[in-house]
């Protein structure tokens, strides 16, 4: 059984710290849609394959699927957007890993298996929470879980 000591999975918040929750500083956050083999709209989706350990996105090997056209531009990652994969992973490579988007990427989409934050930059940088969601990866907390 695992239990928490802390108040939070980061440590204890300084009583003198303000908390804020995460859907609290994002503009928008959305899943993405792994899509069809063929069709009308077809883009370079973005796989858990993509991630790197280190956060930069590695397009070597992109999937080219079929996005419905109403779909399409909506998840389209933009630049400071991060990707957070939400399944698979395993004992040596725990989910939750991260994926910075470091310039608008027209023509790409992203896949079921990821799930795209769009910070409100008016309340958070958004490579503050990169940071922060990375090393929450990277801690091995999420083993745990």
């Given at each position: 059984?695992i239990?928490?000591?802390?108040?939070?999975?980061?440590?204890?918040?300084?009583?003198d710290?303000?908390?804020?929750?995460?859907?609290?500083?994002?503009k928008?956050?959305?899943?993405?849609?792994?899509?069809?083999e063929?069709?009308?709209?077809m883009?370079?989706?973005?796989?858990?394959?993509?991630?790197?350990?280190?956060?930069?996105?590695?397009?070597?090997?992109?999937?080219?699927?079929?996005?419905?056209?109403d779909?399409?531009?909506?998840?389209?990652?933009?630049k400071?957007?991060?990707?957070?994969?939400?399944?698979?992973?395993?004992?040596?490579?725990?989910?939750?890993?991260?994926?910075?988007?470091?310039e608008?990427?027209?023509?790409?989409?992203?896949s079921?298996?990821?799930?795209?934050?769009?910070?409100?930059q008016?309340?958070?940088?958004?490579?503050?929470?990169?940071?922060?969601?990375?090393?929450?990866?990277?801690?091995g907390?999420?083993?745990?879980?």
């Amino acid at each position: 059984m695992i239990t928490q000591t802390t108040d939070t999975i980061l440590g204890d918040v300084p009583k003198d710290w303000g908390v804020v929750r995460l859907r609290d500083v994002l503009k928008t956050h959305f899943p993405g849609n792994w899509g069809e083999e063929t069709g009308a709209c077809m883009l370079r989706v973005l796989r858990s394959t993509n991630l790197t350990n280190s956060g930069p996105l590695d397009l070597a090997d992109v999937a080219v699927r079929a996005i419905p056209k109403d779909e399409a531009e909506a998840i389209q990652p933009r630049k400071d957007d991060i990707l957070l994969e939400r399944s698979g992973g395993g004992p040596e490579q725990p989910v939750g890993r991260v994926g910075f988007v470091s310039e608008d990427m027209p023509g790409f989409a992203f896949s079921n298996f990821l799930h795209l934050l769009r910070p409100d930059q008016t309340k958070i940088d958004p490579r503050y929470l990169g940071w922060v969601l990375y090393r929450l990866n990277r801690s091995g907390r999420v083993l745990r879980l």
